[in-house]
C-alpha cells in the first residue's frame, strides 16, 4: 500500500516563494506527479518525476529523492492565481493508476 | 495533450437511481480509469477500464455499485447505481498518455439528494 503525507494548509504572500513538501511510503514506486486544482475545477498535471532530482518548468519546480521517499513542489513568483490545492501523487508499479495524498491548500495574500 | 471530455458535468440525482458518466478521449488511450473526490478529499482509485473486459476495482468499490464498460480505446463509462447522499462526489476520468504522463476530464459534479 502506499502512505503519502502532505501539509493541509500553506499560506504566502504575493510575489514569494513557497516550497510543499510531500513525503511518500510505498511498496512499489513508479514516479510521482504534481497536481492543480483550483475550486470546483478537475486537477490539471504540473509535473512528473521519477528519477532523483529537479525538474524546473517555468516558475514552477518539482524535485524528488527516491532515497528519502521526498518530494517537494516550489511555486517562485506567486501569483494570487496560484491559490489553489496541490496534489502529490505516486504512480504504482503495478500500473498507470495513481495513490493522491490529502493535498494541501495554498492561500497567497497580496 | 489528449481531450477527455465528460458527461455530464453536473447533476442532481434522487436517492435510489443510477446515472451513467460517459468519458470522451479524442485520442486512442492505452489506459483509462475512474476516480471518485468526495467533499473536501482528495482523489480515490474507483477502477482500470480494461479495454473488452471487465474492469479491474480497487478495494472498497465492487462492480454491482460501480459498473464501467469500455467498449473501445477513446470511449468509457462509469454507472453510479441505487444511489445514496454518501455518493455525492466528483467523479473523474482519468488517461495515461505515452510519455508518463496522466490526465484528468473536467469531472462530473454529483449531488445525490
Known amino acids: 500500500g502506499q502512505n503519502i503525507d502532505q501539509p493541509t494548509e500553506m499560506t504566502a504572500t504575493e510575489g514569494a516563494i513557497v516550497q510543499i513538501n510531500c513525503t511518500y511510503q510505498?511498496?512499489?514506486?513508479?514516479?510521482l506527479f504534481w497536481y492543480q486544482q483550483h475550486a470546483g475545477e478537475a486537477p490539471t498535471f504540473l509535473s512528473y518525476?521519477?528519477?532523483?532530482g529537479l525538474e524546473e518548468k517555468g516558475r514552477f519546480s518539482s524535485f524528488l529523492s527516491r532515497s528519502k521517499g521526498y518530494s517537494y513542489l516550489l511555486l517562485k513568483e506567486l501569483q494570487m492565481k496560484d491559490s489553489a490545492s496541490y496534489l502529490c501523487?505516486?504512480?504504482?508499479?503495478?500500473?498507470?493508476?495513481?495513490?493522491f495524498g490529502g493535498g494541501t491548500r495554498l492561500m497567497v495574500k497580496p | 495533450s489528449a481531450v477527455i471530455s465528460q458527461k455530464p458535468s453536473r447533476d442532481i440525482c434522487q436517492r435510489g437511481t443510477s446515472l451513467t458518466i460517459q468519458c470522451q478521449v479524442d485520442s486512442q488511450v492505452t489506459m483509462m480509469f475512474w476516480y471518485r473526490q468526495q467533499p473536501g478529499q482528495s482523489l480515490t482509485l474507483i477502477a482500470t477500464?480494461?479495454?473488452?473486459?471487465?474492469?479491474?476495482?480497487e478495494s472498497g468499490f465492487v462492480i454491482d455499485k460501480f459498473p464501467i464498460s469500455r467498449p473501445n480505446l477513446t470511449f468509457s463509462t462509469l454507472t453510479v447505481s441505487n444511489m445514496s447522499p454518501e455518493d455525492s462526489s466528483i467523479y473523474l476520468c482519468?488517461?495515461?498518455?505515452?510519455?508518463?504522463?496522466?490526465?484528468f476530464g473536467e469531472g462530473s459534479w454529483l449531488t445525490v439528494v
Open positions: 501523487a505516486v504512480r504504482e508499479e503495478r500500473g498507470n493508476m495513481l495513490t
Open positions: 518525476n521519477v528519477l532523483d
Open positions: 482519468s488517461v495515461w498518455e505515452q510519455g508518463n504522463t496522466i490526465y
Open positions: 510505498t511498496s512499489g514506486f513508479n514516479g
Open positions: 477500464a480494461n479495454q473488452g473486459s471487465e474492469a479491474t476495482y
